[in-house]
């Protein structure tokens, strides 16, 4: 079975740091790694995927994602974080095919910007 | 991308009765997806609605308690019969256009039951 582990409940930042909010995955075959955004009172938001090709993944609002497969990782990074990137963050996987191919989300992780 | 609506956006319901959630989409799809979200919790996958076929129901849930309907490629409704407090929930519906490899997500339905 697949599965997705984030292992921070919650981030704290201050405004113009670099944020990184950790992903790791288990899936069988190569992955499928999804990131997504939760605002309050909204539904989830794509950010970026990782599907194959060039292991640093750019997305959305200046986020992006390094695939790393011998980690079996896909931690979300920004180079400064704005108080506006306050939200929910969701890491996603599925496998390539048949059942697998059903996403699996992690439990999420609260990331706060600091002013 | 797809644009999602889903309707109603929240409901405040008595216990034992139920709730019908739509959801239409901006382009014919042929995979829809309905999950809940508890308070403070993950996603978690209710079933696979794909049009011309019954939808397929994740461990734990079943038809009889969330019936839904796919009548055509761009609209899909949950039903949440016979509902408890339990049954509190965000409810999203998500499709996945067929030439991308991206789920896309509607704003969810907020259900409190009371």
């Known amino acids: 079975a697949q599965s997705v582990a984030q292992p921070e409940d919650q981030v704290n930042v201050a405004e113009g740091n670099p944020l990184t909010v950790k992903c790791t995955y288990s899936?069988?075959?190569?992955?499928?790694l999804f990131w997504y955004v939760q605002y309050p009172n909204r539904g989830l938001q794509f950010l970026l995927k990782?599907?194959?090709?060039?292991?640093l993944v750019k997305g959305s609002y200046g986020f992006e994602a390094e695939f790393n497969k011998s980690q079996t990782s896909f931690h979300l990074k920004k180079p400064s974080a704005l108080v506006s990137d306050s939200a929910l963050y969701f890491c996603?996987?599925?496998?390539?095919?048949?059942?697998?191919?059903?996403?699996?989300f992690g439990s999420g992780t609260q990331l706060t910007v600091l002013p | 991308s797809a644009v999602i609506s889903q309707k109603p956006s929240r409901d405040i319901c008595q216990r034992g009765t139920s709730l019908t959630i739509q959801c239409q989409v901006d382009?014919?799809?042929?995979?829809m997806f309905w999950y809940r979200q508890q308070p403070g919790q993950s996603l978690t996958l209710i079933a696979t609605a794909n049009q011309g076929s019954e939808a397929t129901y994740e461990s734990g849930f079943v038809i009889d308690k969330f019936p839904i309907s796919r009548p055509n490629l761009t609209f899909s409704t949950l039903t949440v019969s016979n509902m408890s407090p339990e049954d509190s929930s965000i409810y999203l519906c998500?499709?996945?256009?067929?030439?991308?490899?991206?789920?896309?997500f509607g704003a969810g339905t907020r259900l409190s039951v009371l």
């Open positions: 990782y599907i194959t090709g060039d292991n």
């Open positions: 899936v069988s075959g190569n992955p499928y």
């Open positions: 382009s014919q799809v042929t995979m």
């Open positions: 996603a996987v599925r496998g390539p095919s048949g059942s697998a191919r059903q996403l699996t």
């Open positions: 998500s499709v996945q256009p067929r030439t991308l490899n991206i789920q896309y």
